[in-house]
């Protein structure tokens, strides 16, 4: 065994190697991989093998096109076989609902620059003669998906990053590590210690009790998961693709004259919560065929030559799934050099070419190529160290893995784990609630007589007309919104403001009580956190962010934050609640309830201060993401409720009404408002978003700033664009739809929905410097529809801005 090593990489696995290659691959070859058993002996070697790249995010969808990129290379890189075959992939639709969700994917497959080709029932089985198409109503094809042998994929990524000078150490068991100064110094193993600068956690399902080990949470579950293989079937067709019949919860593939068919039951069973029997590798589970009784039956019919065929044996494999069914990537926010690769839900293999290099990557640039935040760890928190909460919910998301994705669609599982005071009274007044990080927080208030949940549906939703009440009254009259979910952080100390305005875009440096709204950049200067930041104190600050970005955002600024302890960073998230004042009628309620000035000429657009409201101390923010006059009021949480029967009294008469998240964000479109991950993330600079005015270049140094002065003097590369669409009904978007400029295809929807004041279909999108020269000619593609667009210059509501400032 070797005493150290620049990179250790526990886990032999796809990921674990695909690491490793790419490492070796960008010039690092001080690489070790250590693994328990053999190479593959985890959870790759019993993984079925198929090989899909579309994804409702499109970085996702690059990063596995990137997999179907190096699979066809590796083999002639290697020398050795891989079982790489680009066979295509066939979905079928049984249902209407079904058929939409096809057509939503081919057009967002069109956005990504993939191809997916709607065909009928007709031509789909002549791609997979055997079928039986009973119920099949139509179908779609992806011509790049494909198939591999996992085993051989993993060995060719490992020979590739041996080759490089990679060693790789099997039945070799990680035993602890040693941990200074909030940094892994040495991973100890059955073999001996190896010293180390970064450690890499791909160990897969074994995945949660490494992290356990090293002091890092790792929500993921073991599933079991079953798959059978038949001997050669006579007079199977060659060369068949891939398939998927969602509808009957199957896939197949074929295999040596054979079959290999599998699917995901509705009731998936969770194997080892508490931790994975000692010394179990390159191991099954016994078969359940109770179990896989609905699957086998539901394929007996859809392809029923399995009546007759030979079964040469039932797969059982656990397999590692997460609560929200994407993988785990990224930095650990518990340690600084240890980052986490593993919960890939069953599509281990297609990820694994383009997981390895995110991470590579991740470990040589300090940052992927592509911004991953739907993979990244750090969109979990604290309620995801409960297990009762991860077994919950990831049994819930595997028994939809293959149902239909709705939009607006919530889970039922694992529910109001955080609650605001305003919970039960909003409750009553029908608030319809969804989860995000772990809040229960009102996605809209159904009127007496109204069923307050949601429908699924592709059209027009049964909420969508009091949605269109709650914005209504944002803009004429005025409403509270409960927004206690966002994150917050306390910065203070003496060196709070210089450590401030060397991380922040926009100068921070005002007088105690303003608001400043800036962006946190990279080197590159993309957008690592779109904030707000108030000046509460000579050395005291105030940040706001998302309530989904809490970790990203926190792990950010405690990154970069100075040694000497200047400043201190707190989470003061569960400080506050949050009621939003905000409408047009917002001050004049606000004054019938308070003592203190909410004048204009009192407290101007960007301001903050220390106000008493009704009975509660309350620090009031003038800001607005609905670009109307309004007040955020921030207080100690016992005083919320209290607060919130006063402001509804005393507005009766001012046609007060509560207003949700999906108010909320109908109405941050109509003002062309952008949201971090859709319209602002790493990948775009504040020039790119059209949000440079939060960027001040002459305040001296800052993150991205150089980099940010070569995109002002050389122009942006991309712009945020505004598009209406011409159509005569309401049309809700939801990101993924496809940009095209006489019949070109020139972007991607970031996103979208209905504005109800303006009575328009409204998109965001991002367009390439060249593309946004052109001024017509433009269309969204919907359901495989194209509708014509008009590209605005400015926000389809209030352009001049002159209502924030009323």
Same mark, same amino acid.
């Given at each position: 065994?070797?005493?150290?090593?620049?990179?250790v990489?526990?886990?032999?696995?796809?990921?674990g190697?695909?690491?490793?290659?790419?490492?070796?691959?960008?010039?690092?070859?001080? #690489?070790?991989?250590?693994?328990?058993?053999?190479?593959?002996?985890?959870?790759?070697?019993?993984?079925?093998?198929?090989?899909?790249?579309?994804?409702?995010?499109?970085?996702?969808?690059?990063?596995?096109?990137?997999s179907?990129?190096?699979?066809?290379?590796?083999?002639a890189?290697?020398?050795?076989?891989?079982?790489?075959?680009?066979?295509?992939?066939?979905?079928?639709?049984?249902t209407?609902?079904?058929? @939409?969700?096809?057509?939503?994917?081919?057009?967002t497959?069109?956005?990504?620059?993939?191809?997916?080709?709607? !065909?009928s029932?007709q031509?789909?089985?002549?791609?997979?003669?055997?079928l039986?198409?009973d119920?099949?109503?139509?179908?779609?094809?992806?011509?790049?998906?494909?198939?591999?042998?996992?085993s051989?994929?993993?060995?060719?990524?490992a020979?590739?990053?041996?080759?490089?000078?990679?060693?790789?150490?099997?039945?070799?068991?990680?035993?602890? @590590?040693?941990?200074?100064?909030?940094?892994?110094?040495?991973v100890?193993?059955?073999?001996?210690t190896?010293?180390?600068?970064?450690?890499?956690?791909?160990?897969?399902?074994w995945?949660?009790?490494?992290?356990?080990?090293m002091?890092?949470?790792?929500?993921?579950?073991? +599933?079991?998961?079953?798959?059978?293989?038949?001997?050669?079937?006579?007079?199977?067709?060659p060369?068949?693709?891939?398939?998927r *019949?969602?509808?009957?919860?199957l896939?197949?593939?074929?295999?040596?004259?054979?079959?290999?068919?599998?699917?995901?039951?509705?009731d998936?069973?969770?194997?080892?919560?508490?931790?994975?029997?000692?010394?179990?590798?390159?191991?099954?589970?016994?078969?359940?065929f109770?179990?896989?009784?609905?699957?086998?039956?539901?394929a007996m019919?859809r392809?029923? /030559?399995?009546?007759?065929?030979?079964?040469?044996?039932?797969?059982?494999?656990?397999?590692?799934?997460?609560?929200?069914?994407?993988?785990i990537?990224?930095?650990?926010?518990?340690?600084?050099?240890?980052?986490?690769?593993?919960? +890939?839900?069953?599509?281990?293999?297609?990820a694994?070419?383009?997981?390895?290099?995110? #991470?590579?990557e991740?470990?040589?640039?300090?940052?992927p190529?592509?911004?991953?935040w739907?993979?990244?760890?750090?969109r979990?928190?604290?309620?995801?160290?409960?297990?009762?909460?991860?077994?919950?919910?990831?049994?819930?998301?595997y028994?939809?893995?293959?149902? !239909?994705?709705?939009?607006y669609?919530?889970?039922?599982?694992?529910?109001?784990?955080?609650?605001?005071p305003?919970?039960?009274?909003?409750k009553?007044?029908?608030?319809?609630?969804?989860?995000?990080?772990?809040?229960?927080?009102?996605?809209?208030?159904?009127?007496?007589? #109204?069923?307050?949940?949601?429908?699924?549906?592709?059209?027009?939703?049964?909420?969508?007309?009091?949605?269109?009440?709650?914005?209504?009254a944002?803009?004429e009259?005025?409403?509270l919104?409960?927004?206690?979910?966002f994150s917050?952080?306390?910065v203070?100390g003496?060196?709070?403001?210089?450590?401030?305005?060397?991380?922040?875009?926009?100068?921070v440096?005002?007088?105690?009580?303003?608001t400043v709204?800036?962006?946190? /950049?990279?080197?590159?200067?993309?957008?690592?956190?779109? !904030?707000?930041?108030?000046?509460?104190?000579?050395?005291r600050?105030?940040?706001?962010?998302?309530?989904?970005?809490?970790?990203?955002?926190?792990?950010?600024?405690?990154?970069?934050?100075?040694?000497?302890?200047?400043?201190?960073?707190?989470?003061?998230?569960?400080?506050?609640?949050?009621?939003?004042?905000?409408?047009?009628?917002?001050?004049?309620?606000?004054?019938?309830v308070? *003592?203190?000035?909410?004048?204009?000429e009192? @407290?101007?657009?960007?301001?903050?201060?220390?106000?008493?409201?009704?009975?509660?101390?309350v620090?009031?923010?003038?800001?607005?993401?609905?670009?109307?006059l309004?007040y955020?009021?921030?207080m100690?949480?016992?005083?919320s409720?209290?607060?919130?029967?006063?402001?509804w009294?005393?507005?009766?008469?001012?046609?007060i009404?509560?207003?949700?998240?999906?108010?909320?964000?109908?109405?941050?479109?109509?003002?062309?408002?952008?949201?971090?991950?859709?319209? #602002?993330?790493?990948?775009y600079?504040?020039?790119?978003?059209?949000?440079?005015?939060?960027?001040n270049?002459?305040?001296?140094?800052?993150?991205g700033?150089?980099?940010?002065?070569?995109?002002?003097?050389?122009?942006?590369?991309?712009?945020?664009?505004?598009?209406?669409?011409?159509a005569?009904?309401p049309?809700?978007?939801?990101?993924g739809?496809?940009?095209?400029?006489?019949?070109?295809?020139?972007?991607?929807?970031?996103?979208g929905?209905?504005?109800?004041?303006?009575?328009?279909?409204?998109a965001?999108?991002?367009?390439?410097?060249?593309?946004?020269?052109?001024?017509?000619?433009?269309?969204?593609?919907v359901y495989?529809?194209?509708?014509p667009?008009?590209?605005?210059?400015?926000?389809?509501?209030?352009?001049?801005?002159?209502?924030?400032?009323?």
């Open positions: 065994m070797r005493e150290s090593a620049q990179v990489i526990i886990g032999g696995g796809i990921v190697c695909s690491i490793a290659y790419h490492l070796t691959k960008r010039g690092l070859k001080d #690489v070790i991989i250590l693994e328990k058993g053999e190479l593959t002996s985890g959870s790759t070697w019993h993984a079925a093998g198929l090989v899909g790249q579309l994804r409702s995010h499109r970085n996702v969808t690059r990063m596995l096109q990137y179907v990129s190096l699979y066809e290379t590796l083999e890189e290697t020398g050795l076989t891989t079982g790489w075959k680009r066979c295509g992939c066939l979905h079928l639709a049984g209407e609902d079904r058929l @939409f969700e096809l057509k939503k994917g081919a057009t497959a069109r956005s990504f620059g993939l191809e997916m080709h709607m !065909i029932p031509e789909a089985l002549k791609i997979f003669p055997i039986d198409m119920g099949i109503i139509g179908a779609a094809f992806m011509p790049s998906d494909g198939q591999a042998d996992p051989g994929l993993t060995m060719a990524l020979k590739g990053a041996m080759n490089r000078g990679a060693t790789v150490e099997q039945k070799t068991l990680v035993t602890g @590590f040693q941990i200074k100064d909030n940094r892994i110094q040495a100890a193993t059955d073999r001996g190896i010293r180390c600068e970064t450690v890499v956690n791909a160990a897969g399902m995945g949660r009790e490494i992290g356990r080990m002091g890092v949470n790792i929500p993921l579950v073991p +599933f079991q998961h079953q798959y059978l293989v038949t001997e050669a079937i006579e007079g199977l067709p060369n068949l693709p891939t398939l *019949d969602k509808d009957s919860l896939y197949y593939k074929e295999e040596v004259g054979g079959l290999v068919m599998g699917g995901y039951e509705r998936g069973i969770p194997w080892s919560i508490h931790g994975i029997p000692k010394g179990f590798t390159q191991e099954l589970l016994e078969p359940d109770d179990h896989f009784e609905p699957i086998s039956s539901a019919k392809t029923p /030559c399995l009546n007759q065929a030979g079964i040469a044996r039932l797969v059982n494999g656990p397999e590692a799934f997460t609560p929200d069914g994407n993988c990537l990224g930095p650990a926010p518990e340690l600084e050099n240890c980052f986490v690769a593993v919960g +890939f839900n069953a599509f281990g293999i297609a694994g070419g383009g997981a390895g290099r995110m #991470v590579a991740w470990i040589v640039d300090g940052e190529s592509l911004n991953i739907p993979l990244d760890i750090r979990f928190g604290r309620h995801h160290r409960s297990v009762r909460y991860n077994v919950e919910r990831t049994r819930e998301l028994g939809k893995h293959y149902t !239909i994705s709705w939009p669609e919530e889970h039922d599982s694992a529910r109001g784990v955080k609650r605001s305003l919970y039960w009274p909003l009553e007044k029908g608030a319809v609630y969804g989860s995000k990080f772990g809040w229960e927080r009102a996605n809209w208030f159904a009127p007496p007589g #109204v069923l307050p949940q949601d429908s699924p549906t592709f059209g027009i939703p049964h909420w969508f007309e009091h949605v269109a009440a709650e914005h209504r944002a803009r009259s005025v409403v919104i409960d927004q206690s979910s917050k952080f306390e203070a003496s060196g709070a403001l210089s450590f401030l305005n060397r991380i922040a875009a926009n100068n440096d005002r007088p105690v009580g303003s709204y800036t962006q946190l /950049c990279n080197e590159r200067g993309g957008i690592e956190a779109d !904030i707000t930041l108030s000046r509460v104190a000579e050395n600050f105030f940040i706001i962010t998302g309530t989904a970005f809490g970790v990203h955002d926190f792990m950010w600024l405690k990154k970069h934050l100075p040694k000497d302890g200047s400043v201190a960073l707190r989470d003061v998230t569960s400080s506050f609640a949050m009621i939003n004042v905000c409408g047009p009628l917002s001050r004049k309620l606000l004054m019938r308070s *003592d203190d000035d909410f004048s204009n009192g @407290f101007a657009f960007g301001q903050c201060r220390e106000v008493v409201v009704d009975y509660a101390p620090l009031a923010l003038r800001v607005t993401y609905i670009g109307e309004g955020e009021l921030y100690p949480p016992e005083y409720a209290g607060l919130y029967e006063s402001l009294k005393n507005g009766h008469d001012l046609g009404r509560n207003a949700g998240y999906r108010a909320i964000d109908s109405l941050r479109l109509e003002k062309s408002y952008r949201y971090w991950g859709a319209e #602002v993330s790493p990948d600079s504040p020039y790119d978003a059209g949000i440079g005015f939060a960027v270049l002459d305040k001296g140094p800052f993150i700033r150089e980099a940010l002065l070569k995109i002002r003097k050389e122009g942006s590369p991309w712009k945020l664009c505004t598009f209406t669409l011409d005569d009904r049309m809700l978007l939801h990101g739809e496809t940009i095209t400029c006489r019949g070109k295809v020139v972007g991607v929807v970031s996103s929905g209905y504005g109800h004041f303006v009575r328009k279909t409204i965001l999108g991002y367009l390439s410097a060249s593309d946004a020269q052109e001024t017509d000619g433009f269309a969204i593609e495989r529809e194209a509708i667009a008009t590209r605005l210059l400015k926000a389809p509501y209030d352009p001049e801005r002159k209502k924030i400032f009323l």
